[in-house]
């Protein structure tokens, strides 16, 4: 599974990884299932999270993977619960219909929970390349797993029927796999018809937009400990790039933490910002950080119009745990003195953002910013797109990834971009302190891609569109409708579970409970 996600990029693995670990688990016992999928977890968290430990240590690294492997082991012990009392009955068939649905409740539940959660590395995630990609269009990230999950299913179930054909003698059973397949080669297929028979559109009004990559003195937790320097950085970037440039842009986009010195209260800022707003002679998009309300401190976006006044802003609506605040900060403690590291908490934003940016000659357009790990949250993303879907707009995915080194970070965050892209319809303009930035197209591909730790400057022109896609029509109707077929499964499964064990009667006498749980595990071939 790791390697289908950036910057391996062979997104093919990911079917392929579900299909072993639904071959591991069918027909195990629970607390076998759960161990198998902790394994799963850990051998694919550790990898593709390694980015979370690379300054802070080890600790905080396992303590996550660790988290999100519970996960994966909670969905493999659900899943043969449900499965087991199908298997042996004529609803065998309804046994592998549960890895699908497990995978997106999975999914759906370690990104919201605890504190939030951490919807990161997720199957849709992996499919930027992948021909399953334009279905995210239709039924949003969600979706893109469930069909991700149904080829993977697919498989395991095509290798069960061919040892079959190929083994001993066929069992009676047997003879479901072909309707079964049937199935799943609808469910499977049908998004891939969806995507490859239809192209994402990509038509809208072109908008000229800079966006500019300063860079940071070094890599590492201590990025803001020159907090001049990234300003200047910024403001002399976006200098250089409008030297000979008689045509200014429509905006000027800036990353997270490009300003860590509050303009708003430090006038030395305040007069750098202006000065890259009179050389670009365009509206100004910033990331900073503000002092305040009270004890806390705000991440937030800054939108500076050429006419002046004060900035309108955004405040960040989803701070990270544990990286931006610190929830019960002196339990913690007790485990790493890096909670320390954030000495002041972020205080949490309470209303999507979305700016109006004026264009000469034109109508004007909105500008929609989101920070950073925003960019993985469905709910954030689908608010933000839906809130002004009837007015032209883009997205703006504003990040740091200093902290993170040269790790595989920053290409998982723009492979997260790019699935936005398609499921919104958008243009997305993703740019980063120290990369990688870019711009991204509405149907996922993108130009202008910067590499890490370099000073860039980039025009581009996205297309502003006003489209509300599917996706976001049906908003969360795909976890809804998975969590309800599980419950009908479950249900199905609990009452077979409870006829198995009823008292048989035979024409002797009446016979001993039968445990099913007791009975030996359904037979099955090993798939590898």
């Excluded at 504190?115 to 992996?126: E, K, M, N, T, V």
């Excluded at 050389?279 to 009270?294: F, H, Q, T």
């Excluded at 711009?439 to 980039?458: C, E, H, M, Q, W």
Aim: aromatic content about 10%; hydrophobic content about 45%; charged content about 15%.
């Amino acid at each position: 599974m790791a390697l289908a996600f950036p910057t391996h990029d062979q997104w093919w693995w990911a079917p392929v990884a579900v299909a072993l670990l639904s071959a591991a688990v069918l027909g195990s016992r629970p607390r076998l299932a759960f161990l198998v999928g902790l394994g799963h977890g850990f051998g694919f968290f550790l990898p593709t999270l390694s980015w979370s430990g690379i300054y802070v240590g080890n600790l905080p690294w396992i303590a996550l993977a660790t988290l999100e492997a519970l996960y994966v082991a909670l969905m493999c012990l659900v899943t043969t619960v449900v499965q087991r009392p199908l298997l042996a009955t004529r609803w065998r068939p309804l046994a592998f219909a549960a890895v699908p649905l497990a995978w997106v409740l999975q999914e759906w539940a370690r990104g919201t929970t605890p504190f939030g959660g951490l919807p990161w590395a997720r199957l849709a995630f992996s499919q930027a390349d992948s021909p399953l990609a334009p279905f995210a269009r239709y039924a949003g990230a969600p979706g893109l797993t469930f069909a991700v999950a149904c080829v993977g299913v697919l498989l395991h179930v095509g290798a069960v029927w061919l040892s079959h054909r190929v083994g001993r003698p066929r069992p009676a059973r047997a003879a479901a796999y072909p309707v079964l397949a049937g199935v799943l080669v609808l469910l499977a297929l049908a998004p891939a018809a969806a995507a490859l028979l239809t192209t994402p559109p990509t038509d809208g009004r072109k908008v000229s937009v800079l966006m500019v990559q300063g860079n940071v003195p070094k890599p590492g937790l201590d990025f803001n400990a020159e907090r001049r320097a990234v300003l200047d950085n910024h403001v002399n970037g976006t200098v250089r790039a409008m030297e000979g440039r008689s045509e200014p842009p429509s905006l000027v986009v800036w990353p997270e933490n490009s300003s860590d010195i509050d303009p708003l209260k430090n006038q030395d800022a305040a007069v750098d910002v202006q000065a890259a707003q009179a050389a670009a002679r365009a509206p100004l998009l910033i990331g900073a950080v503000l002092d305040g309300p009270g004890r806390y401190v705000s991440n937030a976006s800054l939108f500076y119009r050429p006419e002046g006044g004060a900035p309108e802003r955004y405040v960040k609506q989803h701070p990270v745990p544990f990286a931006e605040y610190i929830p019960y900060r002196s339990f913690f403690r007790n485990f790493s003195d890096k909670v320390d590291l954030v000495a002041r908490d972020f205080v949490k934003g309470d209303r999507t953002g979305g700016f109006e940016v004026p264009v000469r000659g034109q109508d004007p357009y909105w500008i929609i910013p989101t920070i950073c790990f925003e960019v993985a949250y469905d709910g954030l993303m689908r608010e933000s797109t839906v809130q002004d879907g009837r007015q032209a707009n883009i997205l703006a995915v504003q990040t740091n990834n200093a902290t993170f080194g040269f790790t595989a970070e920053s290409e998982q965050q723009f492979a997260i971009s790019r699935i936005r892209a398609i499921e919104h319809g958008r243009s997305v303009v993703h740019v980063s302190t120290v990369g990688v930035s870019g711009f991204i197209n509405p149907d996922g591909t993108y130009t202008s891609k910067t590499s890490l730790f370099t000073p860039a400057a980039r025009f581009g022109e996205p297309v502003v569109r006003t489209e509300i896609t599917p996706s976001d029509r049906i908003g969360q109707l795909p976890e809804y409708a998975a969590a309800g077929a599980t419950a009908v499964l479950l249900a199905l499964s609990c009452g077979l579970r409870r006829r198995n064990a009823r008292v048989r009667r035979t024409p002797a006498g009446p016979a001993a409970p039968v445990d099913h749980e007791k009975e030996p595990a359904v037979a099955t071939p090993s798939v590898s």
